[in-house]
């Protein structure tokens, strides 16, 4: 039996409530019980089908476990998760973890990654116990869309969690390459109620609202081009979805969204900065390395290419999406998760 702990709600629309969640289901579909616990509500309406049941499900009490999250707060999770045999899944988006994190992974029996960037970057900060990548899934509702020409060229960008998701810098690439022409528009996400602003541009549209995963599918089969000038990712899901519809996925080759890119999607320029975490976790003050900063009239020239050579970039990218899936899958992640966790349990 294997336990999870989640640090925050068994929520899909938070990064580890979604891992927590997917693990859960996958793991208990292959014939291994799986518990969750979770540090905020076990039960919300946004869970996928069946998660529900498996929460409701008595607790087994078992030693160690997989913990997610910051390693700072798995403490938080109890005596029980930090016995035994345990496993860390973890991921951090600049190139040096926060120092207090090193002694807690070094008490782990094996770390769990989603990219090359966090391994190597956890590595150089001194991390000594087995470090595993396992990339995270894509979810199957994300499936190629053909998307017609005729319409003005619809830009999609994300404003969620401040300047790191590059959404502002993806508004500054837009006006500057289009102004306010009529034959194109962007489209701008965010979660309410993160993010309230108004847009007086009449190319420019917000929308500012959770979506489940069909909803979102929906919405990236409106858009044809992605803009995503990360400054910082463990391995960012949104470029790899949208890719798996077909769309044309512009991200920054740096970082988690680096893995595969050429398989997948197309790189953004960018130079290399000091982390500003400040205001971000707590980490005011703290070396954390280096992120990437968005070369804002490199990715507007980018955008100029893409609207002229629109029908070479949608072809390209609708051949790709079939890649997303071979490389990305929630039951080949929970199965090498379990797999890792089987081996260390065993003493090896």
Known sequence: MITIYAPG??????????????LLRYLNKSGVEAHAIAMGKAQLDTQPDGIASLMARPLRPSYGGILLGYPTGFSAFGHLANAGTRIALTMFESSKIPPEWVPVLNTMNAVIVPSQFCKDTFAACGVEVPIH?????????????????????????FL?????????????AFCLAFGDRKDVRLILKS??????????????????QDMSESELAALYGRCDVLINP?????????????????????TTE?????????KWGWPLPYTLVPADWTGIQKFDDVDLG???EPDIEAIAARLLEIADNRNTYQTAAYSRAANV???????????????????AANGH
């Open 9 to 22: 709600h068994m929520d899909v629309m938070d990064s580890y409530g979604l891992l927590a969640c997917q």
């Open 133 to 157: 990548v396992v990339p995270l899934g894509v979810n199957e509702v994300y499936r190629p869309v053909k998307r017609p020409s005729n319409r003005p060229l619809t830009f999609l960008a």
């Open 160 to 172: 969620d969690r401040g300047a790191r998701k590059g959404g502002h810098a993806a508004i500054q």
């Open 191 to 208: 979660r309410d109620p993160k993010v309230r602003m108004t847009a007086t541009n009449d190319n420019i549209d917000i929308i500012q």
């Open 230 to 250: 990360n400054k910082g990712e463990g391995f960012g899901l949104i470029p790899r979805e949208f890719a798996a519809t077909g769309g044309i996925a512009l």
């Open 254 to 262: 740096w970082g988690g969204t680096a893995d595969h890119l050429d």
């Open 290 to 292: 280096v992120w990437a």
């Open 325 to 343: 899936h071979q490389l990305y899958s929630w039951p080949r992640f929970a199965n090498h998760v379990h797999a890792i966790w089987e081996s």
